[in-house]
């Protein structure tokens, strides 16, 4: 395989859909088919359910959740590291870009974030999850709030060639509630060949292109069974079909049994290059994600709410920063 990258460049996946529609099943494929082929991925499970986690093989440990608190403000210290335009841990929003003097989420073992919210699986790779309720929070919190330390998270990654950020996304449209849509190279939304799957294609294509980010979203077609099928899918998503998962019942028999879906229960694992490719083609200029990221934080620190509590932070952007001109060599 040749996947060529810029040094530094962030390659950053997500893979959303509706409940049920089968996103975290094909993101563990994915997951596999990417280790297969001498990738390093760092798994990220975003969703409330956690099933990522399962579909792997990770377990699951309690105290690593990025949302709990504790966790959150030491991630968000991490982060901050020598730059002055953040006042402190507690001035970190979900738009905080990183600035000269930031420290990052890289893949070395001696790296904090990994060391000490990352569970090891596979040769060289990670898995990380956000949380989900916990007794205290039911009927008083909103699970989006928990999502904004992944948001920096992924402002705030460093990776080099054949590494890879996959994240197992919210269901549905819930990614637009943040500032989780700008942060990726690719969404891939995964859709059934019915009209309550693809309902939710023509939310997400409403939303992404007011949002600018149209042309970072692709469909995978799931649970397909013959030509008919697919012909419908591409009635309604066209051009942006990248491709198909046949329905599969071996996959559903080894979920029933408790098992794993493997990649070898897949009578064709090409889909998994189509993804693999098209993301590849859609990895962006760093440059641009940053400039989107400022856009977002200019308009997020101006709501009352933000400014009442934290002041003026709009000067948290850096114009002189770029990830290319950093010296990362201190940020271990």
Not at 119 to 139: A, C, K, P, Q
Not at 165 to 181: K, P
Not at 202 to 226: F, P
Request: proline share 3%; aromatic share 10%.
């Amino acid at each position: 395989m040749n996947v060529n990258y810029l040094r530094y460049y962030i390659m950053k996946i997500a893979f959303v859909g509706k409940g049920g529609a089968g996103k975290s099943t094909i993101s563990s494929l994915f997951i596999q088919y990417a280790q297969q082929n001498n990738q390093k991925v760092l798994a990220i499970d975003a969703d409330i359910n956690v099933h990522l986690a399962e579909l792997l093989g990770v377990p699951i440990h309690q105290d690593k959740a990025l949302s709990l608190d504790n966790n959150t403000h030491s991630i968000r210290s991490f982060l901050k590291g020598e730059n002055v335009r953040i006042a402190s841990a507690n001035h970190f929003v979900k738009t905080t870009p990183p600035g000269i003097g930031s420290r990052f989420l890289q893949w070395n073992n001696d790296n904090p974030i990994l060391k000490n919210y990352a569970i090891s699986f596979g040769t060289g790779n990670y898995f990380m999850y956000v949380g989900t309720y916990t007794e205290d929070g039911i009927g008083v919190s909103c699970y989006h709030t928990n999502l904004s330390v992944l948001e920096n998270l992924l402002s705030h990654a460093i990776l080099n060639k054949n590494e890879w950020i996959i994240c197992d996304m919210v269901a549905g449209t819930d990614a637009f509630s943040n500032t989780l849509h700008a942060q990726f190279d690719a969404i891939f939304l995964v859709v059934e060949p019915t009209p309550e799957g693809t309902k939710v294609f023509e939310q997400y294509t409403e939303l992404a292109k007011a949002a600018g980010v149209y042309s970072c979203l692709q469909v995978i077609g799931n649970k397909v069974e013959g030509e008919d099928d697919i012909a419908y899918l591409r009635k309604v998503v066209g051009d942006k079909l990248v491709t198909h998962v046949p329905f599969n019942k071996n996959l559903r028999k080894a979920r029933q049994n408790n098992e794993l879906p493997k990649l070898s229960d897949m009578a064709d694992d090409s889909v998994f290059k189509n993804i693999l490719d098209k993301a590849v083609a859609l990895q962006r200029d760093p440059k641009q994600g940053l400039a989107l990221l400022h856009e977002l934080h200019s308009a997020y620190v101006k709501q009352d709410y933000i400014v009442n509590a934290l002041g003026d932070i709009t000067d948290q952007i850096d114009p002189h920063f770029t990830y290319e001109q950093t010296n990362f060599t201190s940020h271990a």
